[in-house]
């Protein structure tokens, strides 16, 4: 069976430039969380979806947004990018709303 | 504020003997923990996860303890086998479903 999968892979934008980073989840899997991870830092949370409903926001800016499609695939959106914004991307899925979540490779973001 | 720490940045274990890899919490209200290991240029692997109505939890060579008064649990992998070496990251939730992180240690497994 196919794990977590995320594109792109690696990514480079600007300063101020908009990204949309695309999470599929394992088949049968309904909710995906969003996670951010700078280097020498574990995982951070950004949001989860369940049911193509937020279920749950961390503590980042607006300029973070994402939102999950009816085959339960997942998009996040950051808006006006920061040099701080760099970091790799995971998204990851369980098939309930609560319990083990199962993490894909990450999407390396680079803002320069 | 770092919720969940993990104290010991690395770890070297020889071969056959226990890694034995720890975690604290300063929450109280987390009833979830989860254990993953993670290779560079991988997203995080599922290990094992325990919920705080219980102490113990195996699967296979992986144990995971929890002390809830002590707020601290830890990962012992016995026998450790040099595949074994990774980083590996503790997890922990109040609902289940927003977890923390601690921030990592990298375990090597000397043959």
């Known amino acids: 069976d196919a794990g977590v999968t995320q594109s792109p892979t690696h990514l480079i934008k600007t300063r101020g430039q908009h990204v949309t980073l695309r999470c599929s989840p394992i088949s049968g899997h309904k909710s995906v969380s969003w996670y951010q991870q700078v280097l020498g830092q574990g995982p951070q949370f950004i949001f989860q979806y369940y049911e193509k409903e937020e279920r749950g926001r961390g503590n980042f800016p607006d300029r973070f947004s994402a939102r999950q499609f009816p085959n339960y695939s997942s998009e996040l959106n950051v808006n006006a990018l920061l040099l701080g914004d760099s970091a790799l991307y995971l998204c990851?899925?369980?098939?309930?709303?609560?319990?083990?979540?199962?993490f894909g490779p990450g999407t390396r973001l680079t803002v320069t | 504020d770092q919720q969940v720490k993990q104290n010991s940045p690395s770890l070297s274990v020889q071969e056959g003997r226990i890694s034995i890899l720890n975690c604290d919490y300063t929450?109280?209200?987390?009833?979830?923990f989860l254990w993953y290991k993670k290779y560079p240029a991988e997203g995080p692997t599922f290990l094992i996860s325990?919920?705080?109505?219980?102490d113990k939890n195996e699967d296979g060579r992986f144990t995971v303890f929890l002390n809830k008064s002590a707020k601290h649990l830890s990962l012992h992998i016995v026998p450790s086998q040099p595949g074994d070496s990774a980083v590996y990251f503790c997890a922990a939730s109040v609902t289940g479903n927003q977890f923390y992180f601690g921030t990592g240690t990298s375990l090597t497994v000397i043959p």
């Open positions: 929450n109280s209200m987390f009833d979830y």
């Open positions: 990851a899925s369980s098939p309930a709303r609560f319990g083990e979540q199962y």
């Open positions: 325990i919920s705080s109505i219980r």
